[in-house]
């Protein structure tokens, strides 16, 4: 039965809703705020909407966050973030926009009065309507209330017409309805096909990239739209035992070269790893990696080359992540995707860098033995581990726009299994997609460079891979990579701007049939 029929504002009609309310497990029903005491035995699922075109943008999106966990708002989901042109009132900075699912045993009006207290607290003051500020906070659902007063309406009166907002809505959205709250919220829409329907009707994803509005990921001071181009990232192990390289850039010099080479060849980000991830390599301490990797990340960071260029650090220890960000790292590679230390979510969330969570079974000492290669349907296995530990690192506190997701090409899987993940990265993005829309919309990476089973399939040693490196990484771009890890720059380099250019073209050409 549909909510909507109890909501009319005849006096029988409201209590005809707060009895069907109380059946649905509601412990009163509100049409205004002094008309009852909000009294609520169970916590209700919310979704809130934030905005900021003042000051530091994310910042104000942090504290934002902070302050609403600490007010009894349990935030459980985020959506990805997004930089607007200004509405209504255009003469004004832009905005980035996002919005969170969350619980709390908050009543409407109560939640309303926190999140005016926090924008207070963040600096926003009364001004132009639609007008610049620090922080806005909006509540767009309650439950399965719809909510009248002269302070507040929920759902919000001007979702269905803002594509700043219904962009974040929907990516708090699985493509399968996942609880009564959702069900409802589709039905407040007041379109047949729900909120998607709606969100096709003004144009769903085509509007990202268009009118004003991007989808992006924040990194080193600034945004980085993904979609435009594939971003190439350059290796560089500082291991005595990796696989391909092994001991060839083990001095600060030698890593510097290497740094300088791969820069000049066009390289968007290096990636430094210090402790080798080959099957079975063994695994060595938090000191011995530091001791390999803080001389060569100190002496990279300083590097005039390595300006406007990416750091990465390959680490699964969070000490090793906390040390790496403080001396100038602008993102984390974790191969275990937390797995392997406990501590990694809580020490990611607080260090607001982007962190690559990659798919694996086991460690790399086990995750090539017949119990770890075991797959029914390998992309919807990847997809489904790899959101569960997504969603830990969302419920710890690290935002859905902060992840990059990484299959796991090589670890714990099977040549056959690398080759149906090549081509099936837009399968695990469909699955990831039914329980969560903002992970299916995150930046992809891929690191198939010079791995095993390109050696099983073009029987040749790692270090003479390249050719068969550039095939696999043309199949998984023009799949929906967005960045690909390589050893050899230049040449991927190439072949990713064919497939950038290949897809372009694919683009316009759709658009013009429309």
């Known amino acids: ?68 966990r600490n007010s009894g708002i349990n935030i459980t989901r985020h959506a990805c973030l997004y930089e607007t042109a200004p509405a209504y009132v255009t003469d004004q900075p832009r905005f980035i926009n996002s919005a969170v699912r969350a619980v709390t045993k908050l009543g409407p009006h109560e939640l309303l009065s926190k999140l005016k207290r926090i924008e207070k607290d963040l600096g926003r003051t009364d001004g132009i309507r639609y007008g610049p500020r620090p922080i806005d906070l909006d509540i767009l659902f309650y439950g399965k209330y719809k909510v009248s007063s002269d302070i507040l309406t929920i759902p919000h009166e001007r979702i269905w017409e803002r594509p700043f907002v219904m962009a974040p809505l929907m990516d708090l959205l699985g493509s399968a309805i996942d609880s009564d709250a959702v069900a409802a919220w589709h039905s407040f829409s007041g379109h047949s096909g729900g909120l998607s329907g709606l969100w096709e009707d003004l144009g769903s994803e085509s509007l990202i990239g268009k009118e004003g509005m ?124 937390g797995q392997l230390d406990s501590n990694m979510f809580k020490v ?9 969570a990659m798919h694996m079974r086991g460690d790399p000492s086990t995750m090539q033995n017949s119990e770890n290669l075991k797959y029914d349907n390998v992309c919807k296995e990847i997809s489904s581990e790899l959101y569960s530990r997504v969603r830990e690192a969302e419920i710890s506190g690290i935002p859905a726009w902060r992840i990059i997701i990484d299959p796991g090409i090589g670890f714990s899987k099977k040549t056959e299994q690398n080759l149906e993940i090549l081509f099936g990265l837009s399968d695990i993005r469909k699955e990831i997609g039914t329980r969560s829309l903002s992970i299916s919309h995150a930046p992809m990476l891929i690191g198939p460079s010079r791995k095993r089973f390109l050696g099983e399939i073009c029987p040749r040693p790692a270090a003479e891979r390249d050719h068969a490196t550039i095939a696999a990484v043309t199949a998984g771009v023009l799949g929906g990579a967005n960045i690909v890890r390589v050893h050899n720059v230049k040449a991927n380099l190439d072949a990713v701007k064919l497939c950038d250019a290949i897809l372009r073209q694919k683009s316009s050409h759709m658009n013009s049939r429309l």
């Open 1 to 68: 039965m549909s909510i909507l029929k109890y909501l009319e504002t005849s006096r029988h009609k409201v209590f005809a809703a707060r009895k069907y309310l109380k059946v649905l497990g509601f412990s009163s029903f509100h049409t205004s705020p002094n008309s009852s005491v909000e009294l609520h035995s169970q916590e209700e699922e919310v979704v809130i909407a934030l905005g900021s075109n003042v000051g530091d943008r994310l910042h104000n999106f942090k504290e934002a966050l902070k302050l609403m």
């Open 214 to 337: 991007y989808r992006v990921i924040p990194v080193a001071s600034g945004l980085l739209d993904w979609s435009r181009r594939t971003s190439v990232m350059g290796i560089l192990n500082v291991t005595p035992d990796s696989f391909s390289d092994g001991g060839n850039f083990l001095s600060v010099e030698s890593a510097v070269s290497q740094v300088r080479l791969m820069i000049s060849e066009g390289a968007d980000m290096i990636d430094i790893g210090a402790q080798s991830t080959r099957p079975m390599a063994s695994r060595i301490s938090v000191e011995e990696e530091l001791g390999r990797l803080i001389p060569i990340l100190e002496a990279v960071v300083s590097m005039p080359e390595a300006e406007g260029k990416l750091i990465s650090v390959d680490t699964f220890y969070s000490e090793v992540a906390l040390e790496a960000v403080s001396k100038g790292a602008h993102l984390i590679n974790d191969v275990s995707a």
């Open 348 to 356: 990611m969330a607080d260090l607001d860098v982007p962190y690559v």
